[in-house]
């Protein structure tokens, strides 16, 4: 089988996910960088690969895919082990909903191109626009604290890394770039450490990837 | 067993995938308004239900799930028949991510909470924002229409409705609402239409629900 090609960035936290998830299954991949600053990923070539002109898109068995949690699915049913997603219903559902707190309901509100639309067709100054990005961190990531705290371990699901984890360890890695105050989430702090001290989370990190020049 | 319980409002995109998919199992519930424009949803009745203080929420089998999505996929695992996620890994893939380019990448954009904070905080008045909430919806039907066109049948993937048509059907409601040119999507068109047929999906829309006085 050929290896797997990741269309990636090093701070795209959906790519993050991915690499995360990669790595927990121990699928070895080559990395294809798409540089989301100079505007790589709204070019012809790329759009071609993913109509969405976003990161990441995985190539693999023949396929193309794209959207992280639909990929981390994808690999989680063609490598089963270590799961990713509870087998029993509800306690996946739990997991999922964890996920998406962060996945639907945190990371659009702050991506790239939400942020130059501020800026740009609204107006928005660079404070406003911090404050913005600040804001939905806070909210989406108190409600996780509540949603998490009584079924967490060291992980945010028991004693072992689920898609959740995998969607909060980038979503935090961009809190604190942003100095977004998370003394107040104790149990999102318990698995972020826990994650950062495994190394398919540690290889990971944006600071480990090849940096744009 | 009791019947399942949606915390529902007629106009929520999110809760009208969930009576879609509901529909679509042959899943009697009851429906529990809570009326988001008055503010119920953020009252700390409703947050000890559902922490992100979000529609919808489902009591079913003596658990309460959040998350449209992971509703839905616990639906598709509890009650199989029809299946509303292909079986094949790699359709799967391609299914969930025309669903997330909607759920995560359109709908999220365009929440009350969203509009409420740009009219507020950022003092963005109802023509710009109006034109916001198009812009998203634009940028993603068009990416959903490259994406669904290769592989659509009468509905989004093949012939028989997936969660990505119970995505695709909420998110043209809105456009709708809020005049977004649909000509350049015939494929999407194409699998509303059909949709619309469906009884499933007709008892589901927002003028058949209970509405807020």
């Known amino acids: 089988m050929a290896r797997p090609v990741l269309h990636d960035y090093f701070r795209s936290s959906a790519s993050y996910r991915v690499r995360i998830a990669l790595n927990l299954k121990g699928v070895a991949y080559d990395q294809q960088m798409v540089n989301l600053v100079s505007g790589e990923q709204r070019g012809e070539s790329y759009r071609a690969l993913n109509p969405q002109g976003f990161v990441p898109a995985l ?18 049913q063609k490598f089963p082990e270590p799961r990713l997603m509870p087998a029993d219903p509800a306690d996946g559902a739990h997991v999922r909903a964890m996920a ?12 790239l191109r939400v942020l130059k639309y501020l800026g740009g067709e609204l107006g928005i100054g ?13 909210e989406g990531l108190a409600a996780l604290e509540t949603m998490a705290a009584p079924r967490a371990g060291a992980y945010l699901f028991g004693e072992s890394p ?14 604190r770039r ?5 003394d107040a ?29």
Chains 1, 2 share one sequence.
């Open 59 to 76: 190539e693999i068995d023949g396929q193309l895919l794209t959207q992280s949690l639909a990929i981390i699915v994808y690999l989680d």
């Open 100 to 111: 998406m707190t962060i996945a639907c309901d945190i990371h659009p509100l702050n991506n």
């Open 126 to 138: 660079e404070a406003a626009r911090d404050e913005w990005y600040r804001h939905w961190i806070a």
């Open 162 to 175: 689920t898609v959740a984890d995998i969607c909060l360890v980038p979503q935090l890695y961009n809190a």
């Open 178 to 182: 942003f100095s977004v105050p998370l």
């Open 185 to 213: 989430y104790p149990t999102l702090l318990r698995a972020d450490e826990t994650a950062s001290a495994d190394p398919a989370f540690a290889a990971a990190h944006p600071d480990r990837q090849e940096q744009p020049r």
